[in-house]
């Protein structure tokens, strides 16, 4: 792969405010994509070969035409040699003594991926130890996305409201409110909410970006 220095989005200088819109930050993603793709190097008819999809459907993504799951954002960034917290989007930098410490609601970093009913929000102030936390919004009749996750590490978590089904292993699994799981092993596993309200879920990997 190609080694092209990078510069990740989280260090840049742009800030935007903690208040844009979620639609502001799907638009982000799209043009992140690209730009990744391009300092690696790659056209988008190889990044299509890679990840299994055509040239269009990398276009649209590109362009904010189309929406993308959470198993094709990893696919993507497995192909382009990052974890898939690279896509998280966030406001300003913390205040320098709350810096590695805390995390503001407000100022989260936020993977939107509402074309397809998901939202991410990392609560790590930083990935740089073993521990990734996120919770994730799922709207009724979304998912992570046919093929689901791809875990390379261990992974808990605790539905905090709504109702989801955990798919592992050829067993589905009907999780509500206040329930919990844990994964031990690597393999693949799917969330997906066929229930009529929004499902949050609080997550934690290791390590960070296991997925």
């Given at each position: 792969?190609?080694?092209?220095p990078?510069?990740?989005?989280?260090?840049?200088?742009?800030?935007?405010?903690a208040?844009?819109?979620?639609?502001?930050?799907a638009?982000a993603?799209?043009?992140?994509?690209?730009?990744?793709?391009l300092a690696?190097?790659?056209?988008?008819?190889?990044?299509?070969t890679?990840?299994?999809?055509s040239?269009?459907?990398?276009?649209?993504?590109?362009?904010?035409?189309?929406g993308?799951?959470?198993g094709?954002?990893?696919?993507?960034s497995?192909?382009?040699?990052?974890?898939?917290?690279w896509?998280?989007?966030g406001?300003?930098?913390?205040?320098?003594g709350?810096r590695?410490?805390?995390?503001?609601?407000g100022?989260?970093?936020?993977?939107?991926?509402?074309?397809?009913?998901?939202?991410?929000?990392?609560l790590?102030?930083?990935?740089?130890?073993q521990?990734?936390?996120?919770?994730?919004t799922?709207q009724?009749?979304?998912?992570?996305g046919?093929?689901?996750?791809?875990?390379k590490?261990e992974?808990?978590?605790?539905?905090?409201?709504?109702?989801?089904?955990?798919?592992v292993?050829?067993?589905?699994?009907?999780?509500t409110?206040?329930?919990?799981?844990?994964?031990?092993?690597?393999?693949?596993?799917?969330f997906?909410?066929?229930?009529?309200?929004?499902?949050?879920?609080?997550?934690?990997?290791?390590?960070?970006?296991?997925?």
């Open positions: 792969m190609d080694s092209k990078l510069t990740s989005r989280h260090s840049s200088n742009r800030k935007p405010a208040s844009a819109s979620a639609s502001a930050s638009s993603l799209g043009s992140t994509i690209r730009d990744l793709r690696r190097g790659k056209t988008i008819a190889e990044l299509a890679a990840i299994g999809r040239i269009g459907y990398v276009s649209q993504i590109e362009r904010d035409q189309s993308i799951s959470i094709t954002l990893q696919k993507i497995d192909a382009l040699g990052v974890g898939i917290n896509f998280f989007q406001p300003a930098a913390a205040p320098p709350e590695d410490v805390v995390v503001r609601k100022n989260r970093r936020i993977l939107d991926l509402s074309a397809k009913g998901v939202i991410e929000e990392l790590s102030p930083t990935l740089t130890g521990l990734e936390l996120i919770i994730t799922f009724p009749g979304s998912s992570t046919r093929g689901g996750r791809l875990r590490g992974e808990a978590g605790l539905i905090m409201s709504g109702e989801l089904d955990l798919c292993d050829g067993k589905r699994f009907k999780l409110s206040g329930d919990s799981y844990s994964l031990r092993h690597k393999g693949r596993h799917r997906e909410n066929r229930g009529s309200a929004p499902a949050v879920l609080m997550c934690v990997l290791t390590p960070p970006s296991s997925y």
